[in-house]
């Protein structure tokens, strides 16, 4: 995308602070106060959602086209770990009440997935992601409130098998052990 004069690691340093900034900027209560006034509540989280989204798959793509740095090897354990911790993030998102399990499921899927991949580039991108996720568990604390239903949990259970089925096409590398 932006790899011309800058290299991999600008790219990747510029979807950082793309990110970051998409996140940081808005959190301002005047500006977020008048995007709301603007476009609605809804239009609001609405286009903050998308943004977001499309930024953080920036992000994965340019961590993916940085300089492969070694630092560990995770082997199949590392494959395994994210397998069983996934469902529990996607658990954590769909079941609690609020932003404390969207902030939550993305701690789980930051945390594993940093363990499994061993690489200065991934590091840096999960070791932060996890950072950020942290940091938002500081403010909206941890989940405390569920909605368990039966209409819930097919939802945990499509997004879990969509996301494994998508994972190899739109990251590049199958999740499953083997």
């Not at 239009?43 to 930024?55: D, E, K, P, R």
């Not at 609020?98 to 991949?117: C, D, K, M, R, T």
Request: glycine share 12%; hydrophobic share 60%.
């Amino acid at each position: 995308m932006y790899r011309g004069r800058m290299g991999a690691w600008g790219e990747y340093i510029l979807a950082w602070a793309c990110f970051l900034g998409a996140h940081v900027i808005p959190a301002a209560r005047p500006l977020r106060g008048w995007l709301i006034g603007r476009i609605g509540r809804r239009g609001y989280l609405a286009a903050f959602s998308l943004l977001s989204l499309v930024l953080l798959y920036w992000l994965i793509k340019a961590t993916g086209r940085a300089p492969f740095v070694p630092l560990w090897d995770a082997g199949m354990a590392g494959r395994w770990l994210v397998n069983l911790a996934m469902p529990l993030a996607i658990l954590s998102v769909t079941l609690a009440v609020g932003l404390p399990g969207l902030v939550s499921a993305f701690a789980i899927w930051s945390a594993a997935h940093l363990i499994a991949n061993g690489d200065l580039s991934h590091l840096l991108f999960f070791g932060g992601m996890l950072i950020f996720a942290l940091t938002g568990l500081l403010r909206s604390g941890l989940p405390g409130r569920f909605r368990v239903t039966p209409l819930r949990i097919v939802a945990a259970v499509v997004i879990w098998a969509t996301l494994l089925h998508l994972h190899p096409l739109v990251i590049g590398v199958s999740p499953l052990p083997g």
